[in-house]
């Protein structure tokens, strides 16, 4: 009983509060483009932050519901800001994240912030016991970076300050729209 009950709680969230996920990846996009792609991550420093060659809107009404965009640089496509110029919020977006040293591929849903078709940084180790122990490293690395930036996301979310973000958001959605 414990355990169905559980399971429809989930559920209810991820079907309820499947939104915070689609408004996170917008964020992230919206601040990448918006901060020269260099974003502090809290105690781990700077990262430059891009969308790839793949980015999924979407939205829950019109006629057209999702639009995906793949190959080349989407985030700079005219469909990409004429989507987000009728509400439509990132779904599913691939990104390239680095440091000075390191660089990470992956893609994040928005209904569950999973992390999909992640690559690593490049890894040296000669040893299969190093390796592995630097790849569980880099993973663990990459999982607590994203949620670093859902903390700094969800910490402005519900501060008074989130109104001012709209705001700039609005604007960098309308020049987009414009230079598209």
Do not use: C
Request: no cysteine; proline share 1%; charged share 25%.
């Amino acid at each position: 009983m414990l355990n169905e009950q559980l399971h429809e709680e989930l559920k209810f969230l991820q079907t309820n509060r499947a939104f915070l996920g689609r408004e996170f990846l917008t964020w992230l996009w919206f601040k990448s483009e918006t901060q020269n792609h260099k974003l502090t991550i809290g105690k781990y420093g700077t990262f430059h932050l891009y969308i790839d060659d793949k980015i999924v809107l979407s939205s829950a009404s019109g006629s057209v519901r999702e639009n995906s965009l793949k190959g080349g640089t989407p985030a700079y496509a005219f469909e990409a800001g004429s989507a987000l110029g009728t509400g439509k919020l990132v779904n599913e977006a691939k990104f390239i994240l680095q440091d000075s040293e390191r660089q990470w591929t992956f893609s994040l849903l928005g209904d569950d912030l999973s992390l999909r078709t992640v690559r690593l940084p490049t890894i040296s180790e000669a040893d299969s016991h190093a390796h592995i122990s630097q790849r569980i490293v880099y993973s663990q690395l990459l999982s607590n970076l994203v949620d670093e930036l859902f903390k700094t996301f969800m910490e402005l979310r519900i501060s008074d300050n989130f109104h001012n973000e709209l705001v700039k958001i609005r604007e960098w959605i309308d020049n987009k729209v414009t230079i598209a």
